[in-house]
């Protein structure tokens, strides 16, 4: 049976792994602790559960399956998919024994019904372009092209215009 709920605090390193699972590097990718400790990537994590942090966790018969999060970052300390400081950037990932089961899109719709009630009009992400998967479920969401950061695609979703808007 699948679940989503909100991330307890005592599931921060369940949500480190898979914010490391949802870093695309195909060969030589550095070690968990070398890459979240990174400057460009510790600021993804640190602090986490300040004012603006969320994280959902994905069940499957009660194991943690997968994760989806989103952050607000400014001018001054930006991700790679920042649009702007009123836009949350959003990850997703999904343990590899458990891909290919739907919740991606499940954990990607409840992300941003989260971000529907905690009254944001659009949420972003950066995606590597050849992460071809990521790309078809980013584009059935309705997220679109912003720009490039990096070797990176930044992507955002109005969710007013997307059917995400709910009263």
């Known amino acids: 049976m699948i679940s989503i709920r909100p991330m ?43 004012e603006g942090d969320r994280a959902l966790i994905a069940l499957i018969d009660n194991q943690p399956a997968g994760a989806a999060w989103y952050r607000l970052f400014d001018e001054t300390n930006q991700g790679y998919g920042f649009v702007d400081a009123e836009t949350p950037e959003l990850g997703v990932a999904i343990r590899p024994g458990y891909r290919k089961r739907g919740l991606g899109i499940r ?21 590597d372009p050849e992460n071809q ?35």
């Open 107 to 127: 954990l990607m719709e409840a992300i941003i019904q989260q971000a529907v009630s905690d009254g944001y009009p659009s949420v972003s992400l950066s995606v």
């Open 8 to 50: 307890e605090l005592q599931e921060y390193d369940f949500l480190m792994d898979m914010h490391y699972e949802s870093i695309s590097i195909v060969q030589g990718k550095p070690s968990r602790s070398e890459l979240l400790c990174s400057p460009d990537i510790v600021k993804y994590n640190e602090n986490w559960g300040k």
């Open 133 to 167: 998967a990521a790309v078809r479920l980013y584009d059935k969401l309705g997220f679109e092209y912003f720009g490039i950061s990096g070797t990176s695609r930044t992507m955002k979703l109005n969710i007013r215009l997307n059917g995400f808007y709910t009263i």
